[in-house]
């Protein structure tokens, strides 16, 4: 079945950019959407934003100006790139899918991935 | 911006009970309406998708209703691995952009 897996530091600090990449395996990474979400500590789920095999992207405009998405299809895998971190982005980072119709949104998502902001 | 909102924020009831969660949308959408369970330590379940669409697996006592502003996830008799925290979700349709409520704890 199809699994996501996300990848990526655990710590960033201040002012740093903190990167992450969702390798998919069990399918294509061509025809669907592909998001990352995330959550703080004891908080709830904030999209962040989307990606597709053709490189079209749209991001959440609360973070658009501090956000870089990227795909790779030849290694099955897409990545996001946050930049001037600060230690309100500390939280569970997560890859999702979104395989469009009929069910237009997130059906399998990643076990997620805790990043910390600290110095 | 759609913004949603879920009532109420915590919901306490017993197994076996019914469990009724609103989700209102600051203004009429689409019926890209998606509902999701996550407990400690796990990512989200998709349960309902398109307003009233059970997911794969989804058992049968959750069910989704609701269209324009209001919508409603409903847990016809509670069982004990249903207590957790919900979400309601929406999506546009292009480009897609997703919105989260900010989510009903149902404890025991």
């Known amino acids: 079945q199809v699994q996501l897996h996300e990848s990526g530091p655990g710590l960033v600090k201040p002012s740093e950019t903190l990167s992450l990449t969702c390798t998919v395996s069990g399918d294509a990474i061509n025809d669907y959407y592909w998001s990352w979400v995330r959550q703080p500590p004891g908080k709830g789920l904030e999209w962040i934003g989307y990606i597709d095999y053709r490189r079209n992207t749209n991001c959440n405009p609360s973070l658009k100006s501090r956000v870089t998405m990227s795909v790779d299809t030849s290694k099955n895998q897409f990545s996001l790139k946050l930049t001037s971190v600060t230690a309100a982005d500390t939280a569970v980072y997560y890859c999702?899918?979104?395989?469009?119709?009929?069910?237009?949104?997130?059906?399998?998502w990643g076990q997620g991935t805790m990043v910390t902001v600290s110095s | 911006e759609v913004v949603l909102t879920q009532s109420p924020a915590t919901l306490s009831l017993s197994p076996g009970e019914r469990a009724t969660l609103s989700c209102r949308a600051s203004?009429?959408?689409?019926?890209?309406l998606a509902w999701y369970q996550q407990k400690p330590g796990q990512a989200p379940r998709l349960l309902i998708f398109?307003?009233?669409n059970r997911a794969t697996g989804i058992p049968a006592r959750f069910s989704g209703s609701g269209s324009g502003t209001d919508f409603t996830l409903t847990i016809s008799s509670l069982e004990p691995e249903d207590f957790a925290v919900y979400y309601c979700?929406?999506?546009?349709?292009?480009?897609?952009?997703?919105?989260f409520g900010q989510g009903t704890k149902l404890e025991i």
């Open positions: 203004q009429s959408i689409s019926a890209y």
């Open positions: 398109d307003a009233s």
């Open positions: 999702a899918r979104d395989p469009g119709l009929p069910v237009n949104t997130f059906d399998i």
């Open positions: 979700q929406q999506r546009s349709i292009w480009p897609p952009r997703y919105t």
